[in-house]
């Protein structure tokens, strides 16, 4: 068992020098990722494509060029010649959503646009989409999981002369602990670091970003029976509808210079 232990404290060490230690765009928060920039964007680039073969396009010429034409300014502004821009228009009413792979390959749905209205409701979408993927939240996300599921196998190994019940007792309170104290919370600081980078990538566009909180604002009307007690926003992975409100018109001032210029 000793040197099972040993074996996992070297990989763990290992892991940790390898790891990149970076900034994200716009907040400057330092995360860990445990994956390269390249692999990520090869990683979106499979899954999209994956997606492409059986999404139902779009014919909506004046749709997708819409959809294009705020692409093309959100790549201008975003600071990334390196991604492989891409962005489609899925035929889809009933699902209001949309979202960008690493690398920058982006799908919307038609479903979503009811609720975005105008081109800059849009834009506040789009914005908040592609900047999960300029802080690099899907490798983070998969870092996290890495080092989650090494916690698991040193717990696992640490408990090997337990009886069975006590090594189930705690390996399911480990993976409650992991889940509720760690993933969630790290989604809705996801959730709300794409907020603030949207904000003011839509504005370096050249959008209006006080557009976001009247978006925000639909956004929630349009949930169906939605709720907002203190238990929910905790297992959301979303900032609730009004903390989400409240965090835009934080940085708003922030944003607007971004517009002015």
């Not at 600071?79 to 979202?99: C, H, I, M, Y």
């Not at 908040?128 to 870092?143: D, K």
């Amino acid at each position: 068992m000793k040197t099972k232990s040993g074996e996992l404290a070297l990989l763990a060490a290992a892991c940790l020098l390898a790891a990149g230690c970076s900034s994200v765009p716009y907040t400057g928060r330092r995360h860990m990722l445990l994956i390269s920039t390249g692999q990520e964007k090869k990683l979106g680039e499979d899954e999209y494509q994956k997606f492409l073969k059986d999404a139902k396009l779009s014919n909506d010429r004046e749709k997708v060029e819409m959809i294009r034409r705020i692409g093309r300014r959100m790549a201008k502004a975003s600071g990334r010649p390196d991604f492989q821009w891409e962005f489609n228009l899925v035929e889809d009413d009933k699902t209001v959503n949309a979202w960008c792979l690493p690398g920058g390959k982006v799908a919307v749905y038609t479903g979503i646009l009811p609720v975005a209205e105008t081109e800059t409701g849009l834009a506040v979408v789009m914005g908040h989409e592609i900047a999960h993927a300029l802080a690099r939240h899907g490798g983070e996300r998969m870092s996290q999981g890495m080092v989650a599921q090494f916690g698991a196998s040193a717990l696992s190994v640490a408990l090997g002369g337990q009886s069975g019940a006590v090594r189930k007792l705690a390996q399911d309170a480990y993976g409650m602990g992991v889940g509720v104290g760690i993933l969630l919370p790290f989604s809705r600081s996801h959730e709300a670091e794409a907020d603030h980078i949207g904000l003011v990538l839509m504005a370096k566009a050249g959008y209006d970003p006080r557009e976001s909180v009247e978006f925000w604002k639909r956004m929630a009307g349009n949930k169906e029976g939605a709720k907002d007690s203190p238990l929910a926003r905790y297992l959301s992975t979303h900032p609730s509808d009004v903390t989400r409100q409240e965090n835009l018109r934080g940085w708003m001032e922030e944003a607007l210079k971004e517009y002015q210029r």
